[in-house]
């Protein structure tokens, strides 16, 4: 944790594009770092310059004011062919290739090097090897990439990313086209990743819980609080969750540090038990409208309101005398 070098500066960035007849700031103000060895995710609503910002720091938008640092050198000073080697991108685009093969594809990171039609040298295999290794698609080299799973491709635009051998990459919404398991899986890759090989990863990303139980740091932008960063934990602390992300119907849960769905309770339950399943059935019940007062097993229940009683047994749940194995029957006679 503590060899952790800025890789990235920005100062005073304001990003934005022109048109014909004005030039529209997204965001503005921006100062922060981006360190080698961490995941840092970009989250925010919709409209929020997500984009924007991350096609800025990568260098294909300019920026409107303000300073990019990267490894010591400001960004407008670096020829493409240069900072190819410094930034590797994947964006969100699904590929449409139909002839190339997973092991060709990954190859093409070595371009910044051989140029596009160059020569493989006996060092590039090597490279392309390792980075196939490293995210754990051997069995997939000689697939064609067309016949993979957006999972898969992931990978393997993953994958070509580290052939590139770039300090930094950035990522745009990487887990936009998968299940939660492959999300999981793809955000775990890049953070041990960025441990592994001391990269600095940059993503943006919608999946808000993933993200903050991942990223070593998150960067929160909307257009009304701008941007701030830190880790997941500071700032829920200091009050940037909620005040970036809570709704009406949605709060922030200090005690979990994710976000929990308010539901409208018209009425309350008591629930006597302990354990996992009583969790799960408190969940169960908010979700059909009804609060839960708790009891623990060996305490005998007051109940001079004459609430409904649940208790909660070995095999099932008991409810006017009948035991029901399951919540999704409970629910039904509750």
């Given at each position: 944790?503590?060899?952790r070098?800025?890789?990235?500066?920005?100062?005073?960035?304001v990003?934005g594009?022109k048109?014909k007849?004005?030039?529209v700031?997204?965001t503005?103000?921006?100062?922060?770092?981006?360190?080698?060895?961490e995941?840092?995710?970009?989250l925010g609503?919709?409209g929020?310059?997500k984009?924007?910002?991350?096609?800025?720091?990568?260098?294909f938008?300019?920026?409107?004011?303000g300073?990019?640092?990267?490894e010591?050198?400001?960004?407008?000073d670096?020829?493409?062919?240069?900072?190819?080697?410094?930034?590797?991108?994947?964006?969100t685009?699904?590929?449409?290739?139909?002839?190339?093969?997973?092991?060709?594809m990954?190859g093409m990171?070595?371009?910044?090097?051989?140029?596009?039609w160059?020569r493989?040298?006996?060092?590039?295999k090597?490279?392309?090897?390792e980075s196939?290794?490293l995210?754990?698609i051997?069995?997939?080299?000689?697939?064609m990439?067309?016949?993979?799973?957006d999972?898969e491709?992931q990978?393997?635009m993953?994958?070509?990313?580290l052939?590139q051998?770039?300090?930094?990459i950035?990522?745009?919404?990487?887990?936009?086209f998968l299940?939660y398991p492959?999300k999981?899986?793809?955000?775990q890759?890049?953070q041990?990743?960025?441990r592994?090989?001391?990269?600095?990863v940059f993503?943006?990303?919608h999946?808000?819980?993933?993200?903050?139980?991942i990223a070593?740091?998150?960067?929160?932008?909307?257009?009304?609080n701008?941007v701030?960063?830190?880790?997941?934990?500071?700032?829920?602390i200091?009050?940037d969750?909620?005040?970036?992300f809570?709704r009406e119907?949605?709060a922030?849960?200090?005690?979990?540090g994710?976000?929990?769905?308010?539901?409208?309770?018209?009425?309350?339950?008591?629930?006597?038990?302990?354990?996992?399943?009583l969790?799960?059935?408190?969940k169960?019940?908010?979700?059909?409208g009804?609060?839960?007062r708790?009891?623990?097993?060996d305490?005998?229940?007051?109940?001079?309101d004459?609430?409904a009683?649940?208790?909660?047994?070995g095999?099932?749940?008991?409810?006017?005398?009948?035991e029901?194995?399951?919540?999704?029957?409970?629910?039904e006679?509750?």
């Open positions: 944790m503590n060899n070098e800025e890789t990235i500066r920005v100062e005073n960035l990003t594009y048109d007849h004005k030039t700031a997204v503005d103000g921006i100062n922060a770092s981006l360190l080698s060895g995941l840092t995710c970009l609503p919709n929020a310059g984009s924007t910002l991350l096609k800025t720091l990568s260098g938008l300019p920026p409107l004011s300073e990019i640092i990267i010591g050198k400001a960004l407008r670096y020829r493409p062919s240069d900072l190819a080697k410094v930034i590797g991108v994947v964006l685009e699904k590929l449409t290739l139909s002839n190339m093969t997973v092991e060709e990954v990171g070595r371009a910044p090097y051989t140029g596009f160059g493989l040298s006996e060092e590039d090597s490279i392309i090897d196939i290794s995210v754990k051997e069995d997939l080299r000689h697939r990439v067309h016949t993979l799973s999972g491709r990978k393997v993953i994958a070509k990313a052939a051998q770039t300090p930094v950035f990522l745009d919404e990487p887990t936009a299940d492959s999981v899986e793809i955000m890759l890049l041990r990743l960025s592994l090989k001391q990269k600095t993503l943006s990303t999946d808000l819980e993933l993200a903050l139980q070593d740091k998150v960067w929160l932008i909307d257009k009304v701008g701030r960063m830190g880790t997941p934990e500071d700032m829920a200091n009050g969750m909620s005040r970036y809570s119907g949605v922030f849960d200090m005690d979990s994710l976000f929990k769905i308010n539901h409208h309770i018209e009425g309350c339950v008591i629930v006597k038990g302990s354990g996992p399943r969790n799960l059935l408190r169960a019940l908010a979700r059909c009804k609060e839960v708790e009891v623990a097993a305490e005998p229940v007051e109940n001079p004459g609430l009683v649940i208790e909660i047994t095999d099932g749940f008991l409810y006017n005398g009948v029901y194995p399951t919540i999704g029957l409970l629910l006679a509750v």
